[in-house]
């Protein structure tokens, strides 16, 4: 029978059948929150916050294109909490680092990054207090002390650096009553990103991140940044997340190159179709008419991008029309497309969507996030979860000698603050 996918409530929180993987958030924070006394000491008042990861089901590296993308966060993420301090000075400590705390004075904040893991809150310090410094509240500014921790894989394609970024924009909006709008807090999260920490990312995750919903998929158009939400019937559908357990250290350089490259592909082709305002615009016979003007490498990125937008409208026709079968094809298009055209796969993915594709259950699955390592995301039939994870460990295991780490994760409502 054909499962499907049907309007349903996106407030309901659904029945989740691996009721072990869910995620305790007020729990964790509440153990979170011993850690922040263990390192900074007992005193006043210290606020709890989550923000959540997020996987992107549909519209691959298509964000920075100006294409749609229909990402949706996971009950995975970020612990922060935050103390105000008498002084002028901000402590950034994580629980998931080695490395010592970084310490910063308001009034002579960095200007380069320092490539640690502390570029992504200390640029959104950085962002804040130039919206606080426009309006002239600068100087009402405290220091904080700020204990970061969670449970979100690193590196693994679930948007880590958004999830940090878009929640110490809402806990330091909240310590410092600043009282900015969500969209002005997910903009800053994006501008710290990208000007301060220096990756050139789209819209996607911190929209993701900031503008999340249970139990729905955002659908972000991100040429003109409109978005609805398309609910998800999480009574007939799983998300599961296959990590290859592969991380890429110099991800961030690749990125950076694929963009350009894709920059490349729209300069030489809205030359020829002027109405273009970028690669999402290109038509497909555009393409396929001036491609020989393309050097070879940014032809197979117009070749991924162009067809990705027709891919992820198809999509989400499937999903209105109830169809998860429909859906879950166009995801391992999309991966086919991601690895031989956009080349950002990596065997250990390949070996997790091949053999997802021949699991009794599994819809869909493809390669989230950048790439280059990293998740899988698979649509799975509610039912089948325990089937296929044994699956794919066992191919994955039999390639590879150790075993991918695969897991069903609930959805999520965005950052927020929790209460002790
Ligand atoms: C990374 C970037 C996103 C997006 C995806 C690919 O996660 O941060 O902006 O480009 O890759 O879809």
Redesign the pocket.
């Known amino acids: 029978m054909r499962p499907r996918v049907s309007v349903g409530s996106p407030d309901r929180m659904s029945a989740h059948s691996r009721s072990e993987t869910r995620l305790d958030v007020a729990g964790a924070l509440a153990s979170h929150a011993r850690e922040f006394e263990r390192v900074f000491g007992g005193g006043s008042h210290t606020r709890l916050f989550f923000s959540p990861g997020r996987i992107?089901l549909m519209g691959?590296?298509?964000?920075?294109n100006g294409g749609p993308v229909m990402p949706t966060a996971v009950d995975r993420g970020t612990f922060i909490a935050v103390r105000a301090r008498r002084d002028r000075r901000v402590v950034l400590a994580s629980t998931l680092e080695d490395s010592k705390a970084l310490e910063v004075d308001l009034d002579s904040l960095p200007s380069a990054r320092m490539a640690r893991w502390s570029d992504y809150p200390l640029g959104v310090v950085i962002e804040l207090a130039l919206i606080a410094r426009a309006s002239d509240r600068e100087k009402e500014l405290s220091g904080l002390d700020v204990l970061f921790g969670g449970n979100l894989p690193v590196g693994a394609?679930l948007?880590s650096s958004a999830s940090i970024c878009v929640g110490t924009a809402f806990a330091l909006d909240a310590a410092w009553k600043l009282g900015l709008a969500r969209m002005d807090l997910v903009d800053a999260a994006l501008r710290a990103e990208r000007n301060f920490v220096g990756?050139q990312?789209?819209i996607?995750?911190p929209y993701a991140v900031g503008l999340a919903r249970s139990n729905s998929l955002l659908w972000l158009d991100c040429k003109d940044r409109t978005y609805s939400y398309l609910p998800l019937d999480t009574e007939t559908l799983s998300i599961g997340v296959a990590d290859s357990l592969v991380r890429r250290e110099l991800a961030q350089g690749a990125?950076n190159e694929r963009v350009a490259q894709c920059r490349e592909a729209f300069e030489v082709l809205s030359r020829r179709q002027t109405d273009a305002t970028c690669l999402r615009d290109i038509r497909f016979d555009t393409l396929t008419e001036y491609q020989h003007e393309l050097s070879s490498t940014a032809r197979k990125r117009a070749h991924h991008v162009i067809p990705e937008v027709a891919r992820t409208f198809a999509a989400r026709s499937s999903l209105q029309r109830g169809d998860a079968e429909g859906f879950g094809a166009e995801m391992f298009r999309t991966h086919a497309s991601l690895r031989d055209l956009f080349e950002v796969s990596v065997p250990e993915l390949d070996t997790l969507v091949d053999s997802a594709a021949g699991a009794e259950g599994c819809l869909g699955a493809r390669l989230t996030?950048?790439g280059f390592g990293g998740c899988a995301v698979l649509l799975v039939q509610k039912g089948s979860e325990a089937s296929v994870q044994a699956r794919l460990t066992l191919d994955f295991t039999a390639r590879f000698g150790r075993a991918p780490r695969v897991d069903f994760y609930g959805g999520d409502s965005g950052p927020r603050e929790i209460s002790r």
Request: negative net charge; hydrophobic residues 40%; proline residues 0%.
């Open positions: 992107n691959a590296h298509l964000d920075y394609g948007s990756v990312c789209g996607m995750d990125f996030g950048a």
